[in-house]
């Protein structure tokens, strides 16, 4: 007979649809779960519900039977919502725990607040680690991936646990060590800006369609679903091209069409754009996904707009007889992947900032890695990409990494076809075209900043460096005159 353990190897606090799922992962996987929540109510329901895996969890009502019911050194993940409820939730938790005990946020937390928690919890002698947990409800039941941030000694405890549960990509489990403190929600924050990049782009791609081509919806989804099988194959094609093929049970029309067109946001995706501009960097197709659906938000005065706003005189309509084509579908599938690539290739940049700003040693290669399998974005481009980062990337860019210049000098033609298209037509596609405009900034060795110092030189004395001399305090010859012209 199977002996049943008194304590439990991980304790699980919030059971709603991340932390049930997550229970039951662990619990399938044969590890001894206790669970409880905030609402003592929902522990029973679900222990009811767990069925043939209750064996494996053990329900507490009150939060110190719940510790008290955990091996020691504890490990107790916690998935309540970010922010202020986290905070709360170690006050009343650390007096609890005793010397060695982990604690883990395994929501999307902002980072910086990851790090003032770890530096805390330091002080008491105790480890917080930051999870980033991709996959939605189904990746947390069946294997999610898993960016952890924290303590060697943290993951020496959660290592069996998370590799066990994790998906696989090829059998190597999608979770890792990547960093101290806030490293890990970092890099799930930039995972999700890169999503956010990616699911604007196949947008933009699917308005193209409907509103130039004029495809109805399952016309489109049938398009996506065989992208899927070629170098777009991708989770987030797949649902794309699932979700366009889907039809409303209560009017029969495409699902898609009775849907709101306005985006919400919880903010991570925003993180990642003021992360990169903290670090000097821009993350522009990142940006431009986060605004698009910021712009979405404003429905009224978008309709106001296209009664009061000029309509290009090629935009198509019934009566327009210069109506643009929209290039052939190869056209628009190379499209999407230079703006994936585009996309993940700012990603990655701005992990490698971080890295170096914040001492983490990130391993790019290695998070590309547990990229391939459970979470939002994976993709069969991250496993070319994490080929292409074990490689030396020239000057830190991906895109100069030769096989990833070779997919590009493919597709960015396309890229450029499609825009031409768009601008002519006056179908906005912000991710497509910041994408483009990054990629013409990085192939251009002479730029126009040149006269961005000289005008700055002008009103406030700036200087500049000169390109036939040494230092950069120059001045032009603007003279006194130059403050009152
Ligand atoms: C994931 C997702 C997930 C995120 C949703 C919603 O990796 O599983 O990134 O963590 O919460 O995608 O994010 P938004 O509400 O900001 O779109």
Request: charge should be negative.
């Amino acid at each position: 007979m199977t002996q049943i353990p008194t304590k439990s190897q991980i304790g699980i606090y919030g059971l709603g649809t991340m932390g049930s799922a997550l229970a039951l992962n662990m619990a399938d996987n044969g590890f001894n779960v206790a669970v409880t929540n905030r609402e003592a109510s929902w522990v029973a329901d679900f222990i009811h519900e767990a069925d043939q895996l209750s064996g494996n969890l053990r329900a507490f009502e009150s939060l110190e039977s719940f510790v008290n019911g955990l091996q020691t050194p504890r490990v107790i993940l916690f998935m309540i919502p970010s922010g202020a409820p986290m905070d709360a939730m170690i006050n009343r938790v650390t007096p609890l725990l005793s010397a060695g005990d982990t604690i883990i946020d395994g929501g999307n937390a902002d980072f910086h607040a990851t790090r003032r928690r770890a530096a805390q919890l330091t002080e008491l002698d105790l480890h917080f680690v930051g999870m980033g947990v991709s996959g939605g409800e189904s990746g947390a039941r069946f294997g999610p991936s898993m960016m952890v941030g924290g303590t060697t000694h943290s993951w020496t405890q959660l290592k069996p646990i998370l590799r066990a549960i994790a998906a696989k990509f090829d059998g190597d489990p999608c979770v890792d060590h990547l960093g101290p403190d806030g490293a890990g929600h970092f890099v799930k924050t930039v995972h999700n800006g890169i999503e956010y990049a990616d699911m604007q782009a196949i947008s933009e791609i699917y308005a193209l369609l409907r509103d130039v081509a004029d495809w109805p919806a399952a016309r489109i989804g049938t398009l996506f679903e065989g992208w899927n099988e070629g170098p777009l194959a991708s989770y987030l094609v797949e649902i794309s091209g699932k979700i366009l093929q889907a039809t409303d049970p209560e009017t029969g029309s495409a699902m898609v069409d009775v849907i709101l067109d306005q985006a919400g946001q919880k903010g991570t995706g925003r993180w990642t754009a003021i992360e990169a501009l903290r670090l000097g960097q821009s993350a522009s197709a990142i940006e431009a996904a986060v605004g698009a659906r910021s712009w979405s938000s404003e429905k009224p005065a978008r309709q106001a707009g296209e009664i009061m706003l000029p309509a290009p005189e090629t935009a198509p309509d019934a009566t327009s007889k210069t109506a643009p084509k929209l290039p052939d579908s190869t056209d628009l599938e190379q499209a999407l992947i230079a703006a994936r690539i585009l996309g993940h290739a700012q990603g990655f940049r701005i992990l490698a900032q971080a890295s170096d700003h914040y001492d983490w040693s990130l391993d790019l290669a290695r998070i590309a890695e547990i990229w391939r399998a459970g979470c939002i974005i994976r993709s069969s481009l991250l496993d070319d990409l994490s080929d292409a980062l074990h490689s030396d990337l020239p000057h830190s860019q991906l895109i100069l990494v030769p096989a990833i210049r070779a997919q590009l000098a493919t597709a960015i033609p396309a890229l450029r076809r499609v825009i031409i298209t768009a601008t002519t037509a006056g179908i906005p596609v912000p991710v497509l075209s910041a994408s483009l405009a990054w990629f013409d900034s990085m192939r251009t060795g002479r730029g126009s900043a040149n006269l961005i110092q000289a005008q700055r030189d002008f009103f406030g004395a700036h200087g500049f460096a000169r390109l036939d001399g040494e230092g950069s305090k120059h001045h032009g010859p603007w003279g006194n005159s130059a403050q009152q012209s």
